[in-house]
């Protein structure tokens, strides 16, 4: 059979369960930490106030370094993670200090050369606000950059402010377990691919856990979201980074981010970051063609001027939310049709990304999607009673007659 109608059948085997499965979800518009300033507002009277931020650290359309400044805050630096302030840096770029051009206040890069926050540079600060915009998968590095954040913190007895805002892949668990004995930026902490958790519910499960140090202690203050619950479908009003620019490319990135380790493009340098997988030695009938070019925020991609054939796996995007699991489809088949397959893996930084290398040798070994999403289902079982303890939302709800982990089959093995 080949991609192209395994493609298709595999389309309309998750639409028809996505009919079959799919609940209408409605719920009062949703309000994020930041937009609740009267709830943190009294903790930077008198203050000097340092900020981790980026181009999601909003107060509805104006940034919160702005709105802060409005009502007298004394704002006197700012930290920037991956991708920079204003977040237009490559992923993976050095982000450099600076000023911030619009207000003059000091930046502090915390991606680079420093991706821990050195404690020199909380000098003359009273108080820290973290409000960056997750998207729920373990190698999204802002996760990675909250944790150094609250270890330097802690160390020197500065009280950490948590913005809460939704995770719009929040709405379920799945995933390896990060297993490496290293911590990495892209693999921090032993949690599963999709943690299913708001950034401000895993900053406590860090520090609960004891995961930046047994003991750890940490002033750590919290201001979530209204009208959230993990069952939420929730629209990002601004991009998270440059190749998450739509809503389909967020749902998409938890399963596709392993392509960064393979010898498969999922479209960097073009208008559609993460909505399509393709290479140059993909099949020429392949319906969806591309030429990614170096372009602001995908400098160098991968197989850049060469045209690469693949598939436009947009629609996936849209229907992912009635899913509710990671799709290893796209990644078996790729690596079932690679004309050398011991070049598929760039296994160093795939192993990095899939938190070891259990799922690189079982798909190199021939295991089906079954066997692989069971070899994962007692230790998401065991994360998921972790998890719990921290949640500040209402969790969300099972698929009818099925546990809340889904051990499972895809809707085509069911």
């Known amino acids: ?148 954040v609250m270890k330097s913190c802690g160390e020197v007895g500065i009280p950490l402010i948590v913005l809460d805002r939704p995770n719009p892949n929040g709405y379920f668990v799945d995933g390896p377990i990060n297993k490496l004995e290293k911590p990495s930026f892209v693999a921090m902490h032993p949690v599963p691919v999709v943690h299913g958790m708001t950034i401000a519910e895993y900053a406590q499960m860090v520090l609960g856990e004891g995961w930046i140090s047994p003991g750890f202690e940490l002033d750590l203050i919290v201001i979530p979201c209204e009208n959230y619950v993990h069952d939420s479908i929730y629209r990002l009003p601004v991009k998270p980074s440059p190749n998450l620019p739509t809503h389909a490319s967020i749902m998409l990135y938890p399963s596709l981010c392993f392509f960064e380790g393979t010898q498969v493009s999922i479209g960097r340098g073009t ?23 170096s372009k602001p925020g995908a400098k160098y991609p991968k197989f850049e001027g060469e045209k690469c054939y693949g598939y436009d796996l947009e629609m996936f995007g849209r229907i992912a939310p009635q899913q509710r699991r990671l799709n290893l489809f796209w990644l078996m088949q790729s690596y079932e049709m690679a004309p050398d397959k011991k070049d598929f893996f760039k296994a160093d930084f795939f192993d990095l990304l899939a938190g070891g290398p259990q799922l690189r040798e079982m798909i190199e070994s021939g295991k089906n999607e079954a066997d692989i999403i069971e070899s994962w289902a007692e230790d998401l079982n065991q994360y998921l009673q972790i998890r719990k303890k921290y949640l500040l939302y209402k969790d969300f709800t099972p698929f009818k007659n099925e546990p809340q982990f889904r051990r499972g089959l895809s809707p085509s093995q069911k």
């Open 1 to 148: 059979m080949t991609m192209k109608i395994r493609l298709l059948v595999y389309f309309l085997s998750v639409l028809f369960f996505t009919l079959l499965s799919s609940d209408v979800f409605a719920q009062e518009p949703i309000v994020v930490g930041a937009e609740r300033i009267n709830r943190y507002r009294p903790f930077l009277y008198g203050k000097n106030v340092a900020i981790v931020g980026n181009q999601t650290s909003r107060v509805g359309d104006v940034h919160l370094v702005d709105s802060l400044l409005s009502l007298d805050v004394n704002i006197v630096k700012i930290f920037a993670p991956e991708h920079g302030f204003r977040g237009t840096a490559d992923a993976g770029e050095h982000v450099s200090n600076g000023k911030d051009t619009k207000t003059g206040i000091p930046i502090v890069s915390l991606y680079g050369a420093n991706k821990e926050l050195p404690v020199e540079h909380l000098k003359g600060v009273d108080i820290v606000i973290f409000d960056v915009q997750d998207v729920g998968a373990r190698f999204y590095t802002y996760i990675s950059t909250l944790h150094y």
């Open 271 to 293: 208008d559609r970051p993460f909505e399509m997988v393709g290479a140059p030695w993909f099949p020429t009938d392949a319906p969806y063609t591309f030429t990614p070019e």
